[in-house]
């Protein structure tokens, strides 16, 4: 037996749609998404760059085209664009107009322009931005046509993962039982540990960081992710995983000396060489290649600095201060 699947839409028509998103794209600032795709994205550009849905190749003559095929109206169609947080499952509406309201000449569509949408302002969860063209509105029932409101005509998705959010950066529930299990005091707020995985293995198992976090505190974060306190708390995981990546090196460098030898590019893909990236840049010349290996001595040497610069980079004094409100 076949263990193929196959996404079946229950009438005859409409591949317009489909066909004018194809031609989406999504810009964050010198990386262009393809849909369908997953995208890392550093930190800072995560949560602070702007994010662009680009339409230059969408035809917006199929639109009509599309909808005549179906039986419809063209303003019994719109154009909607989520930003979903998959992890914490809120979604936001970014964009929503019917197709005779759209402008033909229309080629972005700014996605945190006014107001920064939470699954873009919450890094450890990811962010799925999703484009649809639906159904705004119920009809009567017809064989093979769609009639059910919001029944989607055609789909887009472009996945974003942070630091926080690939190999090895996903927070896992703690329970008490989770606390007694690892010998920890039961008001345990966090922990990390690597177990036995290499931060030089350059294919890394996607839960090589057991990062375990209070479950409540989690459900805390899932509404208060965008506060300056939400914000914080998701910056301070990220150092809490990486401190115990560069740890885990230190143990490998007693191990294993020649480590420190090699250059850091050799390990592209580990979990070592992703911290040294973000402290030190992704550069391809020479200076970049320097700048990179000089970070993995200090990470053999003095791990406490490297450690500093990283947490400079997240951007956390920024988000500690305002935590605390106005000065008085």
């Given at each position: 037996m076949s263990s193929e699947t196959r996404l079946v839409r229950p009438y005859v028509g409409g591949d317009e749609f489909q066909r004018m998103l194809d031609g989406c794209t999504l810009r964050c600032a010198d990386q262009t998404i393809e849909g369908g795709s997953e995208a890392a994205v550093g930190l800072e550009e995560y949560l602070n760059f702007p994010f662009t849905l680009e339409l230059d190749r969408v035809d917006w003559n199929l639109g009509s085209e599309g909808a005549s095929a179906l039986g419809l109206e063209a303003s019994d169609v719109d154009l909607l664009v989520l930003a979903v947080a998959p992890r914490l499952r809120f979604v936001d509406v970014v964009f929503r107009s019917d197709l005779p309201s759209i402008d033909p000449s229309l080629r972005q569509i700014p996605l945190s322009d006014e107001q920064r949408p939470r699954a873009l302002r919450a890094p450890h969860g990811g962010a799925d931005?999703?484009?649809?063209?639906?159904?705004?509105?119920?009809?009567?029932?017809?064989?093979?046509?769609?009639?059910?409101?919001?029944t989607w005509l055609g789909r887009q998705d472009f996945r974003l993962r942070s630091e926080l959010t690939g190999s090895g950066f996903v927070p896992i529930?703690?329970?008490?039982?989770?606390?007694?299990?690892?010998?920890?005091?039961?008001?345990?707020?966090?922990?990390?540990t690597l177990d036995d995985g290499d931060p030089f293995d350059t294919d890394p198992a996607s839960d090589m960081v057991k990062l375990y976090v209070d479950g409540e505190l989690l459900d805390r974060l899932a509404v208060s992710a965008g506060t300056p306190a939400g914000r914080q708390i998701q910056q301070q995981l990220f150092l809490d995983a990486a401190t115990a990546i560069v740890f885990a090196a230190q143990r490998r460098f007693r191990e294993s000396p020649e480590l420190g030898t090699q250059h850091v590019d050799d390990f592209r893909g580990s979990l070592a060489h992703r911290i040294v990236e973000y402290v030190a840049g992704r550069g391809g010349d020479a200076s970049s290649k320097e700048r990179r290996q000089n970070a993995l001595r200090q990470m053999r040497d003095d791990p406490v600095v490297l450690l500093a610069h990283l947490e400079a980079r997240t951007g956390i004094r920024r988000e500690l201060i305002s935590s605390l409100g106005a000065a008085r």
């Open positions: 931005i999703q484009v649809f063209f639906c159904l705004n509105r119920s009809r009567d029932p017809r064989p093979m046509q769609p009639w059910r409101r919001g529930r703690m329970t008490d039982d989770d606390r007694e299990q690892l010998g920890l005091p039961r008001d345990t707020v966090r922990y990390t």
